[in-house]
């Protein structure tokens, strides 16, 4: 069975660090692009970073830029999402999601590029 697994969120202070985690099981995600979405209460989903499967490429969303670093490791078969600096607004479940179809011209940032997805962790920005 395909399925993508998040961990790493939690509960975080105002100006605070998390990093999450996207692992696969039933493929091997190290050459798909994946992109990190996020939704929260009564909010569109929506896309905040990528990275690409083969050239290394990252993509942000200006709410996250310079604050959220994407990268992965294929020796662990992981992606991961550096996220700093975490403001209130921040406050959402985040999912990652991973492309099979090599949909290169779509947006990464967008969902529709996208056909697994994650269940989604947990973050939490709060005093």
């Known amino acids: 069975q395909v399925q993508l697994v998040e961990s790493g969120g939690g509960l975080v202070q105002p100006g605070g660090s998390l990093r999450l985690s996207c692992a696969a099981s039933g493929f091997t995600l190290d050459y798909y692009a994946i992109g990190w979405f996020r939704q929260a209460p009564g909010k569109e989903r929506e896309g905040i970073s990528g990275i690409s499967g083969t050239d290394g490429n990252t993509y942000y969303a200006d709410s996250v830029k310079g604050r959220f670093t994407i990268s992965r490791d294929n020796a662990k078969h992981t992606v991961y999402l550096q996220m700093n600096s975490l403001k209130p607004e921040d406050t959402a479940v985040y999912y990652c999601?991973?492309?099979?179809?090599?949909?290169?011209?779509?947006?990464?940032?967008?969902?529709?590029?996208?056909?697994?997805w994650g269940q989604g962790t947990q973050v939490t920005v709060s005093s």
């Open positions: 999601a991973a492309d099979s179809r090599g949909l290169g011209y779509v947006d990464p940032l967008s969902g529709l590029r996208y056909d697994y």
